[in-house]
């Protein structure tokens, strides 16, 4: 399992590529998440950091968005997917935006196809985002441009802590994952988008009335 810094996470670095390849034995991380035990993926990692998602664009640079979603399904379904197979199948669902990653509709597709729940969490503030989290959900969360990120980055706020903070699994940085962030603040960098539920999404397990 991941062991927390106690440093706070300075969010001016979110969505800062790597500088250096990522290596295989990197990433045989554990998250704790509020819906269970999550392994970390990174798209920089040397294993599909420089396949080309939709054909054309290298999930290193461009793939936020099929990082989180295998991220999510690999740990929460029984279908074990990696970035590369999440990138194919987003780009034969139509997610991906050519030259700028992913269609904000991705959530929308690949967690419900494979079995999970989402829904919009658009506009919630820091008792509804909390309370979210502590009922078992986990957030999907574009970061808009600005201090946050140099362009949008999709992460996971996996969990909230005891003082009120957060954990997140940021894709492009395993350092930041093992910081704790001030939700507040995180929730003030969100994008502006409003489309297909954007800039924020709960995940969770279907309900049991879903599957009877």
């Known amino acids: 399992m991941l062991v927390y810094s106690n440093e706070q996470g300075n969010i001016n670095g979110i969505g800062e590529q790597q500088e250096r390849d990522l290596t295989n034995d990197d990433y045989l991380v554990m998250l704790d998440t509020a819906m269970g035990t999550m392994l ?11 396949y080309l998602y939709g054909g054309v664009d ?25 970035p590369k197979e999440m990138a194919d ?18 959530f929308n597709k690949t967690l419900p196809a494979f079995g999970l729940q989402v829904e919009s969490a ?20 574009l970061m808009g441009k600005g201090e946050f990120t140099n362009g949008g980055h999709f992460i996971i706020i996996t969990n909230i802590l005891d003082n009120g903070n957060v954990s997140i699994a940021d894709c492009n940085s395993l350092a930041n994952t093992t910081m704790e962030w001030d939700l507040n603040q995180v929730l003030d960098e969100l994008s502006r988008a409003r489309d297909s539920g954007s800039p924020l999404w709960a995940v969770s397990f279907p309900s049991e009335n879903e599957n009877e």
């Open 89 to 106: 199948w987003c780009s034969e669902n139509r997610c991906h935006a050519p030259q700028s990653g992913s269609y904000h509709s991705i």
């Open 58 to 82: 290298p999930i290193r640079h461009y793939g936020c968005g099929p990082t989180v979603a295998a991220m999510l399904v690999n740990a929460f379904t029984n279908e074990a997917v990696t």
């Open 122 to 141: 658009a506009g919630a503030d820091y008792d509804t985002a909390a309370e979210l989290l502590r009922s078992g959900h986990v957030l999907v969360a």
């Open 40 to 50: 970390y993926y990174n798209q920089g990692d040397d294993r599909w950091g420089d």
